[in-house]
């Protein structure tokens, strides 16, 4: 109960809940109307949702009926000169802290050979020393570490801090696009809708600094086949970046999963530059981060 002097949180609450309930109630109501949903539509409805509960994909659900997207934009708007937010995912975890080199894959990782640079800075494009960065992505099959029954530890992710001058680098290898679980009653929703399950590749970022707004968000590859059809709808605008295979030999160019070959793989230099091998190929990007922290000037260079 309200005591006259300030708003009542609880009061608050309870009324935006009985609003979005009474919402809800409406729009669902009308559809059921408008249709003329039998009962035998409706108790597939419930059979459906109580499946989903059983197979524990309600987040799912909510990512491929693009809500999840919906709800993280509502929560971090867009803004001039910031990287734009994105949806976490399921498939973030603790990760350990990075030797240098920094490396998100072991030396016989199948894939092509990443180098991902890139530095963090303000809006108004100051460096930002120290700061946290969390990356995560899939494997050459497109499968986080997560659903590898045989992975010990974390794999395809970890942490790394800037420095002085904002910037970092990890070795890792070029993610492919995958698709979301479709085994079970999701994936069958979207069988039955026509709708493919396949997301854009990407890399994923938590980045966070003393004093700046934490930031969540993915990178997309430009070029990828599914940009713009992404299944969960995170593929926005100004979150993709170019890999520049220029300067990769052309046979290697088709091979975009191939294992790389061993005695090449050990002359790359701790740092490689465009002009350090003939194969070597370069990708810069900008990328504008949230009000307060800002990932600018990534870049990506994949090594042979
Ligand atoms: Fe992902």
């Not at 085994?183 to 929703?189: E, H, I, N, S, Y």
């Not at 005695?263 to 070597?280: E, F, N, Q, W």
Request: aromatic share 6%.
């Amino acid at each position: 109960m309200s005591t006259g002097l300030a708003p009542d949180l609880t009061d608050l609450r309870q009324a935006r809940l009985v609003e979005i309930v009474d919402a809800i109630t409406s729009g669902l109501r009308d559809v059921v109307e408008t249709h003329g949903v039998t009962e035998d539509e409706w108790r597939g409805a419930l059979r459906f949702l109580t499946e989903v509960g059983v197979h524990e994909e309600f987040v799912l659900l909510s990512d491929v009926l693009r809500l999840s997207v919906l709800v993280d934009a509502l929560s971090h708007p867009d803004g001039a000169g910031i990287t734009p937010s994105n949806v976490a995912g399921p498939f973030w975890r603790p990760a350990p802290f990075l030797d240098e080199p920094a490396t998100l894959v072991g030396e016989d990782e199948p894939g092509e050979r990443l180098v991902l640079r890139g530095r963090v800075t303000a809006g108004d494009g100051r460096p930002i020393a120290d700061a946290e960065l969390d990356l995560w992505h899939c494997n050459a099959e497109g499968l986080y570490d997560v659903q590898l029954p045989e992975a010990e530890g974390p794999r395809y992710r970890g942490r790394l801090r800037t420095d002085a001058d904002g910037r970092y680098e990890v070795r890792t290898i070029v993610p492919p696009p995958y698709e979301v679980p479709k085994d079970g009653p999701v994936g069958r929703l979207l069988a039955a809708l026509g709708r493919h399950a396949f997301r854009p590749a990407h890399v994923h970022y938590r980045a966070e600094a003393e004093g700046y707004a934490p930031l969540t968000t993915m990178v997309f590859v430009a070029g990828d086949p599914w940009l713009g059809d992404d299944v969960i709808g995170a593929d926005k605008a100004g979150l993709t970046v170019a890999i520049d295979r220029s300067r990769t030999p052309a046979e290697d160019r088709h091979r975009p999963c191939a294992v790389p070959r061993p005695d090449v793989r050990r002359r790359v230099p701790v740092r490689i530059t465009a002009t350090d091998l003939r194969s070597t190929v370069r990708c810069e990007c900008r990328l504008w981060l949230r009000p307060t922290v800002a990932i600018g000037a990534a870049s990506y260079r994949v090594a042979p």
